[in-house]
């Protein structure tokens, strides 16, 4: 699923839950931004690896196929995807600005997600 945006961002929806990644990109779609929305993370890996340029990628981390820590795994050992800034959305307990950092992400979004601070997290994120 695409969503054209005229934003200059393009956004990498990384979410299993199909209502929740078609809902990420409307609301990110009609922020402006392009969204390219995968269900796991190795298809988020295959399409940066065939050449998606994503500005940022948003990554659940409770995902089949591949989860969010094996997708920042191999993140981590390819200088190409290591440049890729990632924002974590989750409900995982443990989860806090801390923690998101120490895993090598840029930033973080509680489950469920609320309009106002997604926005401005992925906003924060790209101007950094």
């Keep these: 699923m695409t969503a054209e945006g ?3 961002g393009t956004l990498l929806v990384v ?20 969204v390219v929305a995968v269900a796991h993370a190795l298809e988020a890996l295959n399409r940066l690896r065939g050449g ?8 659940d981390m409770m995902l089949p196929v591949a989860d969010g ?4 795994r191999r ?4 200088p190409d995807l290591a440049a890729v800034p990632v924002v974590i959305t989750t409900g995982l307990g443990i ?29 924060r994120c790209l101007t950094q």
Excluded: C, H
């Design 6 to 8: 005229t934003n200059g």
């Design 15 to 34: 979410e299993d839950n199909e209502f929740a990644r078609q809902s990420l990109a409307t609301i990110l779609g009609r922020e402006g931004y392009t």
């Design 52 to 59: 998606l340029a994503a500005d940022l990628v948003l990554l």
């Design 69 to 72: 820590w094996d997708f920042l």
């Design 75 to 78: 993140r981590r050992v390819d």
């Design 95 to 123: 989860a806090s600005p801390e923690w998101a950092a120490a895993m090598g992400t840029t930033g973080l979004v509680r489950k469920p997600l609320n309009t106002g601070p997604l926005l401005a997290e992925v906003r």
